[in-house]
C-alpha cells in the first residue's frame, strides 16, 4: 500500500479503501454506507453553519470511514444507544466497518512477514467459519466460496515459498512483486504468456481463430439455441429497428415498426443459427458435440443436427449417449455415494457408501443429510392432519379467521412482495418506536433523517403528493402521542397459550394507563376501521387473550388512524365474560382449520378485498379455471 503524500499515491490510497468496503472479506452494504456518509456530511455541514464558518466542510467519502473512525463511531454508537430498528441497522454496520479498519492498519504497517501479515489480515477478516460453512453447504454459491479458500491456501503457499527465497523480505515487497507479476512460482501470479491447454471460450470470443479440435459442449434444449427475447424491458431491438430503418408500411401508408413477438424469435433463432456455424468453422479437423440426456435436461435441435451431418448410428431415432460419472464436486461426489449406497447388487460397496455419507454429515455437510433428500420422508399424503405446535400471530389469527386458504397461502410465502404502502408503514412505526412520547420537532426530524429510504422522487408530482402524505402522518402520530402522557412499552413481545395456539406477536404501543395495560396498533392507512367494526377486530382480541393468559391486567386495545387528515383512534373495550368466550371459540376454530390438510376459501368483502390469490381461488369465478 503507497504510504506517502503525493497526489498520485493519496489517490491510490482512497481507491484502495472504497474497494476495501465492498470486497468480500468486509462485505458494507453499499446502501447503508451511502446513507451513513450523507448523515454525517449533513451533520457536519450544519455545525459549520451554526459555528459561521464560511467555507463548507470536505465531504466525507467512504476512504475517510476506513482511515479515520472516528469519523463515524460517535454517530453509530449514539444510534445503538436510542435502541429500536435503527439500533440493529447501526450495529450491523458497525461491524463491517471496525473490520475494515483493522484490515486498513494492518496494511500500513508492512514490516512483517509476508506469512505473518497475511495470516494476520486473513483472522482480522473473521470470514474463515463462514466461508468454510458455505463451501460445504452443496447450494448455488459453495463453489465460489470452494474457490476463494483455495486462492487464500494458494496464496498463504507463494508467501511460503517467497520467504524461503527472500529470508529478508518484507511483506510490502512481497505485494509489490505479486502484483507486478515478477514473482516466479505458482498459479495467482501474472504472466506474460499462456501455458499450453485448453481455451474455454464463447463462439464470439473463438471468431477469427482456429483449432484442430474443438469441442462444442452443452447443446443443451433450451440453452442452445437459447430463443428467451432480449431486451423486453426498454425495448432496445425497436430503437435498433429506427437506427436501421427496418420499418413496416401499415394500412394507412404511413411507416410503423415491426413489433411481432413471431418476427423477434424468429431473429433470435437466426442469430442462435450463426454463432453454432461460427462455433462449427472454428474447427479444422475434428468436431466433438456435447449434451446431456437426463429426467430434466436433453439435447436441443443443433446436437441432432451435428448427429445427423456426422452419420451418427441411431436406436429408435434417438442417439445413444453413454453414462459418465459422477462431476467431481462435492454435490456430484454425494450423488455417486447415494446411488451406490441404493445399489442391492453389490453390498459390500453399499454399506462403504452408506458409511462415508455419515460422516460427511456428521461433519456438518448439508447435502449428505438423508432428511434433505427429495423423496427420502416417503409418500406426501393428506390423510392425517398437522399434529405439531401451532403458532399464529395476531394478525394472522385474523387472517385466518376471514379466510383459511389466503392465511395459508400467505404462510407459506406465496404472497407478493410489499409495496410503497408498506414501506411507508415500516418507517412510521420505526420512528414510533424510538421516539415513544416525541415531540412534533423530534419526529419530523426523525422522519426527516429516514425518507429517502422510501425513494420518493421529488421532481415529480407523484412523488411529492407521497412525501406531504408522509409528513401528514408523522403530525397526526404527534398529535396522537401528545394525548398519551403515561408509561409506554413499544414494541413488546407477548407470547402465550390460548385454547392450545400460541399467539405471539409484537405490539406497537403498550400503554399503561389507570385501569391497567392498553394494546394500541397504529394504522398509517385511512379507512378500514370503525367504531362499529373495531370491538370485534380479531387482531385486536388476540393481543388481549395473550396479554391475559400472561397474567396482565388489561384495559382493552386500540387502533390509531395515522392516514386521514387528523387523527383517529377506535377503542376495543376489556374482553371478559361471554365476550371472552365467544373469543376462545373463535381460536378453537381457527386451530382446527389451520391444522389442515384442507383449507377452506371463504369470500367475502373483508378477506377479498386485498387477496393476491383471487386468480387461483376456488370460491371466486375466475378462479374456476385455474383450479378445475
Known sequence: MPTGQSDTEVAARRELAERLLPSPLVRADALAVHRLLRRLNAARSQAAEEAGDEAA??????????????????????????????????????????????????????????????????????VAGEWRSRAIASDDSSGWYDDQLDAVVALLRVADVWEQRNPAGSAVRFASELLAGSVPIDTISRVGARPGGVEVLTPAQAMGRHWQVVVLAGLQDGAWPNLRLRD??????????????????????????????????????????????????????????????????????????????????????????????APLSLSGHIADLRARAANPDEAADAQLAAILLALMAREGIASAQPHRWLGAGGTPTTDEEYTGELTLSPSQFERALACPLRWFLTTIGADGPSN??????????????????????????????????LGYNLDTWAGRVADRHARDIVNNLASYLEGIPGPVEVEQTVSAQVEGVTIRGRMDRLEHVDEGVRVTDLKTGKSGYSAKTVPDNPQLAAYQMALLASGERVAGARIALLGDDKPKYFDQPRLEG????????????????????????????????????????PARERGHKVVE
Open 57 to 126: 466542510p470536505i465531504p466525507l467519502t467512504a476512504a475517510d470511514l476506513v482511515s479515520d473512525p472516528q469519523t463515524w463511531r460517535p454517530a453509530l454508537e449514539q444510534a445503538e444507544q436510542a435502541g429500536g430498528k435503527r439500533a440493529r441497522a447501526a450495529a450491523m454496520l458497525a461491524r463491517p466497518l471496525e473490520t475494515a479498519v483493522r484490515l486498513w492498519e494492518l496494511g500500513l504497517s508492512g514490516s512483517a512477514r509476508p506469512q505473518e501479515r497475511l495470516w494476520s489480515l486473513w483472522e482480522a477478516s473473521g
Open 232 to 325: 423486453r424491458i426498454l425495448r432496445a431491438d425497436l430503437l435498433a429497428d429506427v437506427g436501421a430503418g427496418r420499418v413496416a408500411v401499415g394500412e394507412d401508408g404511413r411507416e410503423e415498426l415491426i413489433d411481432s413477438t413471431r418476427a423477434a424469435r424468429r431473429a433470435v433463432l437466426d442469430d442462435e443459427y450463426r454463432l453454432f456455424v461460427a462455433a462449427v468453422t472454428r474447427s479444422r479437423s475434428i468436431v466433438h458435440a456435447g449434451a446431456v440426456r437426463s429426467e430434466d435436461a436433453a439435447p436441443s435441435v443443433f446436437f441432432d443436427l451435428v448427429a445427423r451431418l456426422a452419420g451418427t448410428p441411431r436406436e429408435n431415432d434417438i442417439v445413444p449417449v453413454d453414462t459418465v460419472e
Open 420 to 453: 410503497a404502502a408498506a414501506s411507508l408503514g415500516t418507517l412510521v412505526h420505526a420512528v414510533a418506536e424510538e421516539h415513544p412520547h416525541g415531540t412534533p420537532e423530534e419526529l419530523t426530524e426523525a422522519l426527516e433523517a429516514r425518507i429517502e429510504e
Open 578 to 617: 361471554q365476550a371472552l368466550e365467544d373469543w376462545h371459540d373463535k381460536v378453537r376454530e381457527v386451530a382446527v382449520s389451520a391444522r389442515g390438510p384442507y383449507f377452506e376459501a371463504r369470500p367475502s368483502d373483508t378477506a377479498c378485498a386485498y387477496c393476491s390469490f383471487d386468480r387461483l381461488c
